[in-house]
């Protein structure tokens, strides 16, 4: 069913960015996606948190590859450059994106299909080299466009609606991203858009790669009895590790807050904060404890959301490679190539 355009629907003056643009500048076609599912909302909380980022939809990138994931693009930020790829090879189209023109905003949108089986080799490579750009896998379980068998991520245990449940280990994305170096790494659930979206905004902040694992339940094969992906054993598994939020870069704040004492701070926009020191306990930078933390959670049968790992000391592709910093697709032909005595030169150096 090919998707159409959304109806505009005068309402009340809807508040406006400092592009002078409005949520609905930020969407796009209507979805044709089963009613209720948890990628509408995935959805949603993508176009709110580039609306409040003040983002220009035409210095978005934003990729896919194949599944009912892979759709979800087409419902977002209409006005953006959009690529839609093979199946799971979407992390090798952004890789080359990037390396073209470091100068958009990459946001690609995959499922637990396409990243953790077929794509599983791409993911960990963009992983590793720290691509600049967003990474959210919607994570429900099953391979909804192919009637709902088990996916890679599914529990031990975690029926299908039809069959044997599930003998295999998962594969889970964040435990992946600590093993191999992942800079920013947090999960998240299509349903809670109020954690969702502060996330969403600060993965867009980070330099480096940034992965979002969102549990987003399949209401046609996978919201049932016996599923560990379902709206119900989400909403009753679900451990918020930290409140989450996004404050945009501005002239830092500083204050100290007094051990085990309350103090009031004045905020950029003039609000007051009252901040409390808390005791030793969740430390998100310290990769070894995030793993078991995340870990222990596990055996507890819970779901641990939040920002769960941020490292601000990795360098992403194109510090590493010491790029110009305008994209490679605005340079001059005679600059990126440079001739056939430079290109001999470079091939004596490996002889």
Same mark, same amino acid.
Request: with cysteine; aromatic share 6%.
């Given at each position: ?97 990037? *390396? ?9 949108? @995959? +499922? $637990?299909?396409?990243? /953790?089986?077929?794509? #599983? ?57 600590? *093993? ?9 659930? @299509? +349903? $809670?858009?109020?954690? /969702?979206?502060?996330? #969403? ?151």
């Amino acid at each position: 069913m090919p998707s159409i355009v959304k109806p505009f629907i005068p309402l009340s003056p809807l508040p406006k960015n400092e592009l002078g643009l409005t949520v609905r500048d930020y969407e796009g076609a209507m979805s044709t996606l089963c009613a209720g599912c948890g990628h509408d909302s995935v959805t949603a909380a993508i176009s709110h948190a580039f609306f409040e980022l003040s983002t220009p939809p035409h210095r978005i990138a934003k990729l896919s590859g194949i599944g009912c994931s892979s759709k979800t693009p087409t419902y977002f930020v209409r006005g953006a450059h959009g690529f839609n790829s093979a199946h799971g090879r979407m992390a090798t189209i952004a890789t080359g994106a990037n *390396a073209a023109n470091r100068e958009l905003t990459y946001i690609g949108i @995959s +499922g $637990d299909g396409d990243s /953790l089986s077929i794509g #599983l080799g791409h993911l960990l490579h963009a992983m590793r080299r720290n691509i600049n750009m967003v990474y959210v896998i919607e994570n429900n379980g099953v391979y909804g466009l192919t009637k709902g068998q088990l996916s890679a991520s599914a529990d031990i245990g975690s029926a299908p609606k039809k069959g044997e449940a599930n003998h295999l280990a998962p594969i889970d994305p964040i435990l992946m991203g600590l *093993a191999l170096g992942a800079t920013f790494l947090a999960r998240s659930f @299509s +349903g $809670d858009k109020e954690q /969702l979206i502060p996330i #969403l905004k600060a993965a867009i902040a980070h330099n480096g790669f940034a992965l979002i694992d969102v549990i987003s339940p399949c209401v046609t094969f996978n919201d049932h009895e016996g599923s560990t992906k379902s709206y119900r054993f989400v909403r009753e598994h679900e451990v918020k590790e930290i409140e989450s939020d996004f404050v945009p870069i501005h002239v830092p704040i500083r204050e100290r807050i007094p051990q085990d004492d309350a103090k009031a701070v004045t905020m950029h926009d003039g609000s007051v904060l009252r901040f409390r020191s808390v005791p030793d306990g969740y430390d998100p930078s310290e990769r070894s404890s995030v793993e078991e933390y995340v870990r222990d959670r596990q055996s507890r049968g819970e779901i641990a959301t939040g920002i769960l790992y941020v490292s601000e000391s990795g360098q992403e592709l194109h510090d590493l490679n010491q790029t110009p910093t305008t994209g490679l697709n605005a340079i001059p032909f005679d600059r990126l190539c440079p001739g056939a005595e430079e290109l001999r030169q470079l091939q004596d150096d490996f002889r």
